[in-house]
């Protein structure tokens, strides 16, 4: 195949985990005959500082233009007091609304070698497999009217949750789905006992479980679902939720991976017309600015997401299978980053690239 792949490798330890996901994407692409062309665009905080904004117009042209997007993470110290409309975080939102992704995989997968770095203890650990799937272009991040107004003790912060049914009713849909071709159970999250907006989102989930009458479904309340993950993790298979509460939860789930450098992510919409889904794929943890630049940051997130590239935006299964596989093979290896609290020497970011290049 050819793969026009763009790659955006943000800020901090981005950079760094990105080289090491283009090194394991250019050696499967070399192994498996693949035609693969990059190009690379900036957002976030490089963009500010290069361009005077986080998503420069450019990178949003290239974005469309590219088969799948590979990006790193994005935010950086210096902006944390700038209004959000400039931040480097609004980039990633940018992006996110360009390419019209809107439903985010975010796979939660124990390891055996990886028991002992959980905090949990191992026997809740152990056997859990689930994805969490986070609606991703609306809700309270994109809702309007939002802003900071009036004076001294008037002054108000005011932002927005809003969703239509069609925005909950595709989102779901593509939660059943995965469902369907796993252990066929659907856990939708909300806060119905409360809010409107989760009333709605239950009824429209409601309405779509018939398409589906082979996935069991259940509902839980969004804070029952946060102690639910901590008590009984492996209860879950596929669970569908919120925008907002799907960038809380699914952080809460990198507990018990044993670190967030772990997750790999898969922003998916609409299809093209070869068939391939729309693609933005990145690990879920941040920039780490604290790290950056020292060869510690964990790669396998970035990597586990370009296996996520191959298996949604093409369809190439055994190249997915290769990288995870190999991701495994380290594992078992000890040969990790310090987050995972190996029991010898830490290995680099760089040494975990080459050790999963050299395992495929």
């Avoid at 498996?32 to 900036?42: D, G, I, P, Q």
């Amino acid at each position: 195949m050819n793969l026009n792949i763009l790659t955006v490798p943000g800020d901090g330890i981005g950079v760094e985990v990105t080289t090491e996901a283009v090194r394991v994407l250019e050696h499967v692409c070399k192994k498996f005959n693949h035609n693969l062309r990059l190009s690379e665009a900036l957002l976030g905080g490089v963009a500010i500082h290069k361009t005077g904004g986080p998503y420069p117009e450019e990178t949003s042209k290239m974005a469309l233009e590219a088969d799948a997007t590979l990006m790193g993470a994005v935010g950086l110290p210096e902006f944390d007091n700038w209004p959000p409309e400039k931040r480097p975080e609004r980039g990633l939102l940018g992006i996110r609304k360009t390419l019209g992704v809107y439903a985010n995989l975010r796979p939660v997968k124990s390891y055996p070698s990886l028991l002992d770095s959980s905090p949990l203890k191992n026997h809740l650990v152990d056997g859990v497999d689930m994805i969490i799937v986070r609606e991703l272009t609306g809700g309270i991040y994109y809702g309007t009217p939002r802003g900071i107004t009036g004076e001294g003790g008037e002054e108000r912060g005011t932002n927005t949750m809003t969703y239509t049914r069609d925005e909950i009713a595709r989102v779901t849909r593509m939660a059943f789905n995965l469902a369907r071709n796993r252990r066929k159970k659907l856990t939708s999250v909300d806060k119905s006992n409360v809010l409107e907006t989760s009333q709605l989102w239950r009824r429209v989930v409601c309405e779509v479980a018939p398409e589906f009458p082979d996935v069991e479904l259940e509902h839980i309340l969004v804070d029952n679902c946060a102690m639910q993950l901590i008590l009984r993790p492996k209860q879950f298979d596929v669970v569908v939720m919120e925008n907002m509460f799907g960038d809380i939860l699914s952080d809460e789930g990198a507990v018990i991976a044993g670190s967030i450098g772990m997750l790999p992510s898969a922003s998916i919409g609409g299809k093209k017309p070869s068939g391939a889904w729309v693609g933005l794929y990145e690990p879920v943890h941040g920039s780490a600015p604290d790290i950056a630049g020292q060869n510690k940051a964990n790669p396998l997130g970035a990597i586990g997401s370009v296996a996520a590239m191959f298996e949604y935006s093409f369809g190439l299964m055994d190249e997915a299978k290769a990288v995870y596989k190999a991701m495994e093979t380290v594992l078992n290896s000890g040969n990790t980053t310090a987050d995972l609290k190996p029991k010898g020497t830490p290995a680099t970011t760089v040494q975990v690239g080459e050790a999963v290049c050299a395992a495929i």
